[in-house]
Structure formats: structure tokens, C-alpha cells
């Protein structure tokens, strides 16, 4: 479903992503954990081209973005429609209903027919446990209320592929588990996801296969148990060792 290619970024001088292999199958959940400034974020990004790579290649099931020529903004949106991003903040519309939020990537973005898109929004909210909040604002919604909006606004688009970017981060502690539910509510059911976490226990629980990326680089990736009980490489075994004083995992 994924192939990615010798991918690189740069912001000025400074190098993020150093050539970034890695393939994602249909179905798979993959997630990637790091310290922070490690380009988990920035890998993530590039994935849709909200930062535009500075070398290398994507592909999304048979679509392929070759950042060694240009291509036109028609381009871009037609790649960008494979996948769909989950934020660290939800980003929903203030003066839009929870079921308006959702409603409005189809209709805007997709040309869909209204009755249509309402009715697939409804489908979608009753799916991550809001049917009772269809017309509440997002100021009247918890914190993992509107994310779990944002995950309902996200697969409106029908993508291929799910991208998750700390979604759980800025959520009170005790609101984490119901955004996580939907997350491997959508894993059993065979989305492709990738997901940037500090979860390590979505991670150890939900996760097909686990990244750890350091400096720009995947320096481990496994099956779960074999990154968290087993790591072959001292830096993973560094991070999990502070995670673990921590105790975030």
C-alpha cells in the first residue's frame, strides 16, 4: 500500500530525514516512536506532502510522487487524496456542528452531494461512539470528543490510508484510552495506518510493526515484541530504558 524510496528533507542546512526506506502493506498498522526532534513528525508529513521532500519517492497503493521533478498543485491534491491526517490539535471549525466538521471535506473538497455526505457523516460519528453529539459545537465536546470528530472529519474522505501524528498528546490523561479505542477499532477492521506515538502501549497492543526512528534514520524496526522485550540496537534500548523510568510505558 506504502513504498517509500530514499527519502530526504532538508530545512535549509539542516538535514531531517536521511533516507528513509520502507514499504507498508494493505491492512498493515505501523507505528513509529522516537525522542523528540528525531523527524517522526516530519516523515509523517511528507507522506502527504504537507512538507514537500527534498529527494526520494512515495507511493500510495499505484500512485507514485517522485520528488526529483516538479510537479503541478492538481498533482499534489490528487496524491494528497490516498491519505488522511489525524493531528496532535483537532482543527475543527468553531462555528460548525460536529456533524458540519465532518460533512465538510466531502462536500467541499469532494463535490459531494449533501444528503450523501450527511448521511455517511452520521454513519461515521455513531462508528466513533458521537451519534448522540451529531449537532454539539466543538467548544461543547471534550477534548477527546473533538479528536475523536477529527479521526470521523478524517475518514469521511474515504482515504487509503490513515496518518496519525500524536493524536493522544494533547488530551488529559483520563480522555487518551477513548481516542486509542477508536484507533484499534480501525486497525481490527484492516485500515492502513501509520501512527507517530508515546503511546507504548498502542504501540505494543495495535502496531503490525514498530519504527524507532533517531537522528532522521529508522535505526530499529520489528515486530512489537521484538523491539520492546528483545532490541538489537543500543539507541532503542537507551530510549526504551528512559521511557520506561518515566513510566510512560
Not at 520528488?67 to 496524491?79: A, D
Not at 488522511?84 to 452531494?113: C, D, S
Request: hydrophobic share 40%; aromatic share 6%.
Amino acid at each position: 500500500m506504502i513504498s517509500i524510496r530514499n527519502l530526504h528533507k532538508k530545512f535549509g542546512d539542516l538535514e531531517v530525514l536521511k533516507g528513509i526506506d520502507l514499504d507498508v502493506q494493505k491492512g498493515q498498522a505501523v507505528v513509529v516512536i522516537g525522542p523528540s526532534g528525531s523527524g517522526k513528525t516530519t516523515f509523517l508529513r511528507c507522506l502527504n506532502i504537507l512538507e514537500t521532500p527534498t529527494a526520494g519517492t512515495v507511493t500510495i497503493d499505484e500512485l507514485t510522487a517522485d520528488f526529483s521533478k516538479p510537479f503541478s498543485k492538481k498533482q499534489v491534491t490528487t496524491f494528497r487524496q490516498q491519505s488522511a491526517m489525524v493531528f496532535q490539535h483537532y482543527n475543527l471549525f468553531p462555528h460548525m456542528t460536529a456533524i458540519e466538521n465532518v460533512m465538510e471535506g466531502p462536500v467541499i473538497v469532494q463535490k459531494q452531494n449533501k444528503a450523501d455526505a450527511r448521511k455517511k457523516a452520521e454513519q461515521l460519528l455513531v462508528k466513533v461512539g458521537l451519534g448522540d453529539k451529531m449537532d454539539y459545537y466543538p467548544f461543547q465536546l471534550s477534548g477527546g470528543q473533538q479528536q475523536r470528530v477529527g479521526i470521523a472529519r478524517a475518514l469521511a474522505l474515504e482515504p487509503k490510508v490513515m496518518l496519525f501524528d500524536e493524536p493522544t498528546s494533547a488530551l488529559d490523561p483520563e480522555l487518551v484510552g477513548e481516542v486509542l479505542q477508536v484507533m484499534k477499532d480501525l486497525a481490527s477492521e484492516g485500515m492502513t495506518m501509520v501512527v507517530v506515538t508515546h503511546e507504548m502501549r498502542f504501540a505494543k497492543g495495535v502496531a503490525d510493526e514498530v519504527l524507532f526512528m533517531d537522528g532522521g534514520k529508522i535505526v530499529e524496526r520489528g515486530r512489537p515484541e521484538d523491539v520492546f522485550n528483545n532490541p538489537k540496537e543500543a539507541r532503542t534500548r537507551q530510549f526504551l530504558n528512559m521511557i520506561e523510568k518515566t513510566d510512560v510505558i
